[in-house]
């Protein structure tokens, strides 16, 4: 579908590489057309070898991506709050697709796609969405939707333990420490307020 320059995204990225090699997760957030929100962690399983869940909550309060219930991303939302801190809010639509990152994906675009192997191939099963359609005549914001009760406007206290466990272990590159990336630009927001973290 096309992309609106201005668009609202939230990614799950599946990196792929060499045999033995772990598959690196990459997740990204585009606010307002604005990407470049990349981190990437190894995976605690072969995410090829066997299904798995990969869940978004989105919610007024916070964006969290999970992994098999595990928390491997947050981002709180501090608009109104913090001056220029973006946060996902508009419309958004759902699709899956594969396509060639070899220019940047696996070993910083050094391995490229052994295109002898194709086809490539994704699976999917049990796929559902929870969402507030366009349509409806009940706020996105309503409390009558489940994702807006107060229990999911932070993590729990053993989602912070596990979301902790996953930044110290498997995470291996966070855009918001990469001092050189942003050298020449400003840094988002979010990376610079105390509150990024403050989940």
Known sequence: ?????????VDF????????QPITLQTNVFVNGHGNREQRLKLWFDPAADFHEYKILWNPHQLVTFVDDVPI????????????YEFPAKRMGIWASLWNGSEWATDRGRIK??????????????????????TSSTPCHSRNWWWNAHRYRRLSARQRAAYEN?????????YCADKDRFKNTTMPVECSHSSYLAY
Do not use: H, M
Request: aromatic share 14%.
């Open 73 to 84: 991303r947050v981002l709180r939302n501090l608009t109104g709050r913090v001056p220029e």
């Open 113 to 134: 796609i052994d295109w002898n192997r194709a086809p490539f191939t994704a699976g999917y099963q049990g796929f559902g969405v929870d969402a507030c359609a366009n």
């Open 1 to 9: 579908p096309p992309q609106s320059s201005d668009r609202d995204e």
């Open 13 to 20: 990225e599946f990196l792929g590489n060499v045999d033995g």
């Open 166 to 174: 996953v930044k110290k272990t498997y995470v291996y590159y966070d």
